[in-house]
């Protein structure tokens, strides 16, 4: 039972811990892309504005909540609740010092809560009942598909390097060696999808403002959009946290871990800060012709480096 409670705590400490990772993280994008445009970003509220976030978070869960009128109201009310959900939920496969949930097969848990989260953003779409939400979320599923199949196989390559399917064998792995340097290429690629995977500059065509009005989420508002808000931080601060394990050393006990991690959250902001959005064919063509052949060639070389070194050990 005090296990049960522990495991309980836990979890809890380490969800309002990332809440409020979320919070600064929005706080360090509209300074970052203030100081990138020559301009001083949110400075009004506290020091430096760093009560804006929580200023932020009250006006929009205190606003109205409106719905529209023809859209499929349940559907429409709880996707952005279950994308946070899921979102939060990807976080418990995180090895942690207590060692809370790092089960076995942490990386499958991740595989498979990652494609859930395509589900609630396709929902959000469709149930608003409007043709540029519902052409907004048909764009995120085709991107979030197409490059997951690129992270899986990526993943797979270096589960071969590992030969385990848990997060915590990558910190000894990496003792002396990080993966960055062993698989350069391959890290790129891991960064790039990853961009591509949380609707993120130059890959945000789920919510082209230029020609989509906002996307998937054009009729939330107030909570709900804070809600779907909340859940794309949260992803883009457990997909820094998986490159800092996967290729970053992986060291989760030591505070260098998440100086990797705040600097990995810090290139999404400046690729958002630098780059264009991309042209939607060629976004498909970098998926299925680009990703895909060299992460293929990649997964069958690791694997035929497992077999060779079964055959030494034999």
Not at 54 to 81: G, H, R, W
Not at 110 to 133: D, E, K, P, Q, R
Not at 170 to 199: G, H, R
Request: proline fraction near 3%.
């Amino acid at each position: 039972m005090s296990d049960l409670i522990s495991l309980l705590v836990s979890s809890l400490i380490l969800l309002v811990c990332v809440l409020v990772g979320v919070a600064f993280l929005t706080l360090l994008e509209r300074k970052v892309l203030g100081y990138i445009q020559l301009r001083k970003g949110p400075n009004k509220l506290g020091l430096m504005g760093l009560l804006q976030p929580f200023s932020d978070a009250i006006k929009l869960f205190t606003k109205e909540q409106v719905y529209p009128y023809m859209s499929n109201y349940y559907m429409y009310y709880m996707s952005p609740v279950f994308n946070l959900f899921l979102s939060l939920l990807l976080w418990m496969s995180m090895p942690f010092f207590t060692h809370l949930f790092s089960f076995n097969f942490g990386i499958l848990f991740f595989l498979c809560i990652s494609s859930l989260s395509v589900y609630t953003i396709m929902v959000a779409g469709w149930s608003s009942n409007s043709n540029y939400a519902m052409l907004g979320g048909l764009r995120a599923v085709a991107q979030t598909i197409s490059y997951e199949v690129s992270l899986s196989l990526i993943l797979l390559s270096f589960l071969f390097l590992t030969g385990s399917l848990s997060l915590t064998m990558f910190s000894k792995y990496q003792e002396y060696l990080w993966f960055l340097f062993l698989c350069l290429p391959l890290s790129m690629i891991w960064f790039v999808s990853s961009l591509a995977e949380t609707n993120r500059t130059p890959f945000d065509f789920a919510e082209g403002e230029s020609e989509l009005v906002s996307g998937f989420n054009v009729e939330y508002s107030s909570g709900g959009f804070a809600l779907l808000f909340m859940a794309e931080y949260a992803s883009i601060l457990f997909m820094s946290m998986m490159c800092s394990m996967l290729f970053l050393g992986g060291n989760y006990m030591s505070f260098t871990f998440f100086i990797k991690l705040v600097f990995m959250s810090f290139l999404w902001i400046w690729v958002r800060g630098t780059l264009p959005r991309y042209r939607y064919d060629k976004l498909m063509y970098l998926s299925w012709k680009s990703f895909l052949p060299v992460s293929l060639n990649y997964l069958f070389f690791f694997s035929s480096l497992s077999v060779l070194s079964l055959v030494l050990i034999i």
